[in-house]
């Protein structure tokens, strides 16, 4: 009679360990699609809250579990590491066009500060004039007209912003 109970007990403790190692390896391939490869480790504690097992009963009795996910882990390491490459190459060919960019302002803004330079000079110029004329007695009328854009002289820049306004002074007519 007590033959039937131990072998009853052997085929119910065979199947226990074929749906244990099922559920493990269910578990394993479940935590491995759900994660992406950058994503966080994959753990024997998390294989084992998922499958319902111990993790004692999985280092015990499942060692080639255990060894299973920390395989597919050192796997997506270097794939997680891949891609860290893959990802700094591509910054750093950013940085370097940026850099790039960086240089083509730095070289407007030289131009632009230059340009304004030579156009406070102009103005510098212009009030000198307006003052020693001023001191003649010469009565001047000043107006500030846009002009429209004339080909440039020998001794002038050929480029000028069309936002400049030209300064024209008139002269009073003279009795004759």
């Not at 996910?69 to 950013?94: I, K, P, V």
């Not at 330079?117 to 007209?145: C, K, W």
Request: with cysteine.
């Amino acid at each position: 009679m007590h033959a039937p109970n131990r072998a009853k007990s052997t085929t119910s403790s065979r199947a226990t360990s074929r749906s244990i190692k099922g559920r493990l390896a269910d578990s394993l391939s479940a935590l491995a699609s759900a994660m992406p490869p950058a994503s966080h480790r994959i753990t024997v504690s998390n294989l084992c809250r998922l499958a319902g097992v111990s993790r004692n009963t999985v280092y015990r009795y499942y060692p080639d579990v255990a060894e299973a996910a920390h395989r597919l882990n050192r796997r997506r390491g270097a794939s997680r590491r891949l891609a860290q490459q893959n990802t700094l190459r591509a910054l750093r060919s950013e940085l370097g066009m940026l850099r790039a960019q960086l240089a083509k302002l730095a070289t407007l803004v030289d131009h632009y500060h230059t340009e304004a330079e030579e156009l406070r000079a102009l103005l510098a110029r212009r009030d000198r004039d307006l003052a020693t004329q001023r001191g003649r007695g010469h009565p001047t009328v000043v107006s500030i007209h846009r002009t429209a854009r004339r080909a440039p002289d020998s001794g002038e820049r050929a480029h000028r912003s069309p936002s400049c306004a030209k300064l024209r002074t008139f002269e009073p007519a003279t009795k004759t």
